[in-house]
């Protein structure tokens, strides 16, 4: 329980507005706030990348499921137990033991519940533990009774200190109206939860392999409930990231700009989940992937990893890691030279015209999706490391944030160690970036014990962070 009511609110402490649009009441303040960064608490005040299922604790899981246990149907969660760890949890008897709270019985249960440095850099595990969480809520849904989640959620970040959030949800969408029903749900807490000193925010998710369904579904859910066009502030396009280039929104964005059904549509700020997963391509195209989506418009960008972590770093991850892509990216990777091949040299990176030409002419006779394998040596890593240079600056100069979450990265993430965490690169540049914790709950951190990390683990120290990053609220959506 240590973690709550970690951060004691300063004498500094802004107050957010509920008020439904940015007016100059709240432009006034965002002014003031600016003004006002002076502690370390503010960058502990305002989460802005974080996922509502993920953000449920231990201490809030073992009370929901109390007196509910045995009603509860688990298959889901011991099957990828069993597949992700090779043998079955005792959860019945971790769980039951744990209602006492004796030290050593809360210890061995939040093993099982939390997603820890053993589980680190194996996504199925990660499933395994989020999967006892989705038991829960499927349980809690089906009795009406999801908002109980909701509200403990929100409480528990009210403990926190958090005084400015913007929660994510991405909701399966096998039945629309049951989708629409459970977003609703949190729409009204969130509504009923926000006062002068705390604001909830909602940024519905849309999966990246169902972009059209997943955007209807939206426009519906907000056409239809223009009561709560406050409190949906942004769109989140995540879930599966391999295969899924930023270009292929492209469409769907223009379809955006004269949609004459829901003109707030056009309008509604993007974030975007890219460089977390790209082991399907070379770094090159990884790190390209970041700057055309923040070319694209999106105005925060979640993880970014693919532009901290160092290319070397990155390529020791896995055997044959980022050594293959199709011939689809390599073509993309080539235009993308020649278009920015004059900023390119500026940051030192030689793009020669006349063998691109003859690469591009030669692949434009392959089929696209075949793979191609280029190996790294000494001078591509060290070109790759000025790109990584080359489209931090770019992002400073588009004003694109970029969310870095510091213990997501190293428990799913793929990033080995502290030592090499992308932090480190990303501090050290001029990108504007806010730190968030992504999915609190099942990694036992919080938005303030990530600051806490930053300040442990990298050269900047209160002062010194406080003064690079800036206060997280002037970058809400
Ligand atoms: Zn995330």
């Known amino acids: 329980m240590a973690k709550r009511g970690a951060i004691k609110n300063s004498s500094k402490n802004y107050h957010v507005s509920p008020s439904h649009r940015e007016g100059s009441r709240e432009r006034k303040q965002k002014k003031i706030i600016f003004r006002t960064v002076q502690n370390i608490n503010v960058l502990k005040q305002t989460e802005l990348h974080v996922h509502m299922g993920g953000c449920l604790t231990w201490y809030d899981f073992l009370e929901l499921c109390k007196d509910e246990y045995s009603k509860i149907d688990w298959t889901l969660y011991f099957e990828s137990y069993q597949k992700a760890y090779k043998r079955k949890p005792n959860l019945l008897k971790l769980t039951k033991e744990a209602?006492?709270?004796k030290e050593k019985d809360v210890s061995a249960f939040k093993n099982?519940?939390?997603?820890?440095t053993k589980d680190a850099g194996d996504f199925h595990k990660f499933q395994a533990k989020f999967n006892l969480l989705i038991c829960l809520f499927r349980y809690y849904t089906k009795l009406n009774r999801y908002e109980e989640?909701?509200?403990?959620?929100?409480k528990s970040h009210k403990q926190e200190g958090i005084q400015y959030i913007e929660y994510r949800m991405l909701y399966?969408?096998?039945?629309?109206?049951?989708?629409?029903r459970?977003?609703?749900?949190?729409?009204?807490v969130f509504r009923e939860e926000s006062d002068s000193s705390f604001t909830a925010k909602y940024i519905p998710g849309v999966?990246?392999?169902?972009?059209?369904?997943?955007?209807?579904?939206?426009?519906?859910l907000m056409i239809e409930n223009p009561q709560y066009a406050d409190v949906i502030v942004g769109l989140d396009f995540c879930h599966v990231e391999e295969g899924y280039p930023p270009k292929t929104l492209r469409p769907l964005l223009q379809k955006f700009k004269y949609d004459k059904d829901c003109p707030i549509f056009k309008s509604l700020p993007i974030v975007y989940h890219v460089g977390e997963s790209y082991y399907d391509k070379s770094i090159e195209s990884a790190i390209r992937w970041c700057h055309e989506a923040a070319e694209m418009g999106f105005k925060r960008l979640g993880h970014c990893i693919a532009l901290g972590?160092?290319?070397?770093?990155?390529?020791?991850?896995?055997?044959?890691?980022?050594?293959?892509e199709t011939v689809a990216e390599r073509l993309d990777q080539i235009d993308y030279d020649l278009k920015n091949r004059e900023l390119l040299v500026t940051f030192g990176i030689d793009i020669n015209k006349k063998m691109y030409l003859q690469e591009k002419q030669k692949l434009e006779t392959f089929a696209r999706n075949k793979l191609l394998k280029r190996t790294y040596n000494s001078k591509r890593l060290v070109e790759l490391r000025k790109r990584q240079q080359f489209v931090l600056d770019r992002l400073a100069k588009l004003g694109t944030v970029i969310e870095c979450c510091p213990t997501s990265n190293l428990k799913i993430g793929g990033v080995p160690n502290v030592k090499h965490h992308p932090i480190h690169n990303l501090l050290n540049s001029k990108v504007k970036l806010v730190i968030c914790a992504d999915d609190p709950g099942i990694f036992d951190c919080s938005l303030s014990s990530e600051i806490d990390w930053i300040i442990k683990h990298t050269k900047y120290k209160k002062e010194d962070l406080v003064k690079r990053l800036e206060n997280p609220f002037n970058f809400k959506l």
Request: charged fraction near 25%; aromatic fraction near 4%; glycine fraction near 4%.
């Open 99 to 101: 209602q006492s709270g």
């Open 112 to 116: 099982l519940f939390v997603c820890g």
């Open 149 to 154: 989640v909701i509200r403990k959620i929100v």
């Open 172 to 180: 399966p969408m096998d039945d629309v109206n049951e989708a629409i």
């Open 182 to 188: 459970f977003h609703l749900m949190h729409l009204k």
């Open 207 to 220: 999966p990246r392999n169902e972009v059209v369904r997943g955007t209807a579904l939206i426009q519906k």
């Open 309 to 324: 972590l160092d290319p070397q770093i990155a390529l020791n991850r896995k055997k044959n890691a980022h050594v293959f």
